[in-house]
């Protein structure tokens, strides 16, 4: 398997998802999704906290880091390498997202925005949604400066999130956490981990900007409805 899935997700019917390693490619993805009557959709992301309600599969990519439908036939995908991929899925009225969040868009909290958006046009309850939250850099692979910690205080996000690096201004921030928390602030219940995601950082089946430095290589995130 080129992904790993959410056992939660994948008990909903004709729902298709999973969070891409490495070595699953665009192409690769293209492939996949064509095999299951799916268009892919991807966005031109931009670390915004723009959110893209879609009824059909866009001329071309759209500019933000979001994408939420309940139509069938397609397939919303997010990439990232470092940053931390969120699949959402209200299992009653079936309405999926995906989410890049960065700390950009999580100190824009994307991820609370996204539900709200869900329910703001489709009539989603939070407590209805399902959130896998994939593979990012792990808390402790993950220093930022005080600048990144001071705009999550004022943008109200919970210090917590943060721990000391041992270097003076210095910190390593917990991107899983802070999304969590995100989310259990929009009233989501269901908030894990999917499967085996480790820190991207860490594991070398996973590509890490922070390791390797290479724009190019990205993992894909995905879910769509296929009926
Ligand atoms: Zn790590």
Not at 12 to 29: K, M, N, Q, S, W
Not at 204 to 227: E, Q, T
């Amino acid at each position: 398997m080129l992904f790993s899935i959410d056992e939660r997700l994948s008990r909903i019917p004709g729902l298709v998802h999973g969070f891409g390693r490495g070595d699953l490619t665009e192409e690769g993805l293209r492939t996949f999704a064509l095999g299951r009557g799916l268009r892919l959709v991807l966005l031109d992301q931009i670390h915004s906290d723009i959110i893209h309600i879609i009824e059909e599969a866009p001329a071309g990519r759209l500019p933000g880091d979001a994408l939420a439908t309940n139509a069938p036939g397609l397939l919303l995908a997010v990439k990232t390498a470092d940053c931390l991929p969120v699949l959402l899925a209200d299992f009653r009225l079936r309405v999926v997202a995906a989410v890049h969040a960065g700390w950009r868009g999580t100190r824009l909290r994307i991820v609370e925005k996204t539900v709200r958006a869900m329910a703001g046009r489709f009539g989603t309850d939070p407590a209805d949604v399902i959130a896998a939250l994939g593979p990012g850099i792990g808390a402790s692979c993950y220093e930022v400066g005080e600048e990144v910690r001071s705009e999550f205080l004022s943008a109200g996000l919970p210090g917590s999130v943060f721990a000391p690096a041992g270097r003076p201004g210095k910190h390593f921030l917990d991107l899983a956490e802070a999304n969590a928390s995100l989310l259990r602030a929009a009233g989501v219940p269901e908030i894990a981990p999917a499967g085996d995601s480790g820190c991207t950082h860490c594991d070398p089946r996973m590509h890490s900007f922070r390791r390797d430095r290479d724009a190019s290589r990205r993992m894909f995130s995905f879910i769509g409805l296929s009926s």
